[in-house]
């Protein structure tokens, strides 16, 4: 079965641009998540989808920040005005359930996006 | 302020030489995972450790929790090249919020 994937792989954008990363979850996975990372650092918890409750948007930086999961399954990061410090990798993971600990996560490739 | 912080952030060595990486918190966790990232690619877990005192072997890694759990150890032994990459600690803030600690760059040298 196909991982978890997503597009594009690479984006370069001028700032005040807006983005939009995509991410296909694992088939049958109900839980998705967003993660940003920055140069060579650990990741950053964005954002946390399951089923149809309402999404947890603790970890998102910015109201130019938003994510939306269609039909329990494709996410879309949109990042609006992106800016200078927007620019790294954009991870998405998925997993089983969720909201259980020590649930295993699957994280796609990532998305880098470099904001000139 | 990291939650979860680990040392050393970068590590090069010798191939056949033992390590050992650390990662440390002021605060419990009632588990925590280890990843490790090649370039260009996602994390994968290696291993989730889930009981104070745990002792997990995975081939030539072995990983350890803390008695508190409050910390976890990532020792390998006799390192390989293959085993480069970024290491990854990792804990559960509520049941659906992960927080990593920054990495430990591991370079392994022929």
């Known amino acids: 079965g196909a991982g978890v994937s997503q597009s594009p792989s690479n984006k370069v954008t001028e700032k005040g641009k807006d983005v939009e990363l995509r991410c296909d979850p694992i088939?049958?996975?109900?839980?998705l998540y967003w993660y940003r990372q920055s140069l060579g650092q650990g990741l950053e918890f964005l954002i946390y989808?399951?089923?149809?409750?309402?999404?947890?948007k603790s970890g998102l930086p910015s109201d130019r920040f938003s994510a939306e999961r269609t039909g329990g399954s494709v996410s879309t990061l949109t990042i609006q005005r992106t800016q200078q410090e927007d620019s790294a990798v954009y991870l998405c993971?998925?997993?089983?359930?969720?909201?259980?600990?020590?649930?295993?996560?699957?994280f796609g490739p990532g998305t880098r996006l470099l904001v000139l | 302020t990291q939650l979860l912080e680990q040392s050393p952030q970068f590590l090069s060595i010798q191939e056949g030489e033992n390590l050992t990486v650390y990662c440390n918190s002021s605060?419990?966790?009632?588990?925590l995972q280890w990843y490790r990232q090649e370039p260009g690619e996602g994390p994968v877990l290696l291993v989730t450790?889930?009981?104070?005192?745990e002792v997990k072997k995975l081939k030539r890694l072995t990983f350890q929790f803390g008695d508190a759990r409050k910390d976890s150890s990532l020792h390998i032994t006799a390192a390989q090249p293959g085993d480069t990459g970024l290491y990854l600690c990792?804990?559960?803030?509520?049941?659906?919020?992960?927080?990593f600690g920054q990495g430990t760059r591991l370079t392994i040298n022929p």
């Open positions: 993971a998925s997993s089983l359930q969720g909201g259980r600990e020590a649930e295993t996560q699957y």
């Open positions: 088939s049958g996975h109900t839980a």
């Open positions: 989808f399951q089923g149809n409750s309402a999404p947890d």
């Open positions: 605060s419990v966790f009632s588990s």
């Open positions: 450790v889930v009981t104070g005192g």
């Open positions: 990792a804990g559960y803030q509520g049941a659906q919020k992960l927080v």
